[in-house]
């Protein structure tokens, strides 16, 4: 059979494998399958988003039809039971979770169980919790309204910032709610972090410091407020300043060493003689390494009170790799066919010597590059400590 025709039938064949296979196993089977997996651990919701998917697929799927019923009476259920305690708490947090949950599963069911012979056994539980829902929305809305009035009320930007955030958890749930935007604005303004960097020391004179203070600075722009409660600000008399220290700055060059040595043997032909040629090359490396640790604070001046430290290691590193070649020579001479004298066959020893084409040292590599390297990898790592650090104020 043709090479062509042999890879038409192979395609051909993975073709109807693959039918088949799609026929043996169809999506309504195996999202029921997952269905009902998810309802005996304990996930109801998730059971009900299957049956959904498979009665999509297939309308008349008896399994998936019975799936669908116990899952949203068991899902309906939990979160009942969930609303009910949350309520006798009175944490309206939960309450609107509750119902938040309820309203997707009666949006994924109501539209099947309509149209469903079993619609019976479950009309109880489809009903309408709007009503329900904006209460609870109204509710923690006004819980979270009083508890920035309280917070609010106390000094110190710590609480402040609290405060704010119990307001934008008020608008959060029903916009606008009373003075809720106007007061989160007022909280956050007063809870806002005032912070300067202060140019870092780097006692080895490598420059390092100054290269990581200046990439920090781009990335902590005068003015920018990528964070909710803080603001960058120039030097004077800022709440916060990140000072930093470079220190263990080191350079190394590491002796140069053999990687390898190998022999190389070539034969090379030229006016009617034959010249064998031996080399030894020798694969030579040197490595090249910085390595620097900055440690960086953040402190309240005036009295160098330290709320925030970090320290970080980078190290950079290059190696070199060249050859150096030599050989020792074995020459042969032959004189041409027609001479008189006939063959003449001379053996020379030539002496080593280094071959033109072989590498010479390329000297230590760039320092500067490497430090650059290391700056960039330490002001990398001070990002993301700062990030974590402004973020969770």
Known sequence: MPRLA????????AAALAQTACAVVPTHALATEAGYSALERGDPDRAVAEARLALLARPDHEPAQI??????????????????AAR???????VVAGYRSLTEMDRLARPIFISSPRYSGVADLLVDRTDDLNLALGLAAETHYQAGLVLGAEAGKPRQRDAAREYARTVSYVEPYKDARERYLAARAAGTEDVAFAPFEDPSGAGLGSRVYRSLQAAYPVGGSRFEFVTVVAAGSPDLSVRGRLRDVASEISPVRDAYVQSRTRTERAAGRRRQVTSEVRGRERTTTVRATLAIRVVVPGSGREVWAGTYAAEASERQTWEVETERRSEEVEAPEDAESGLIAVLAELAMAVLSGSAADPGPADEGKLRREVAEDLAAQARRGLDTYFAGL
């Open 6 to 13: 042999k890879l038409l039938l192979t395609l051909g064949c």
């Open 67 to 84: 799936l669908l019923l116990r899952a949203f009476r068991r899902s309906v259920e939990r979160h009942s039971a969930s609303i009910a």
């Open 88 to 94: 006798r708490v009175l944490d309206w947090d939960r």
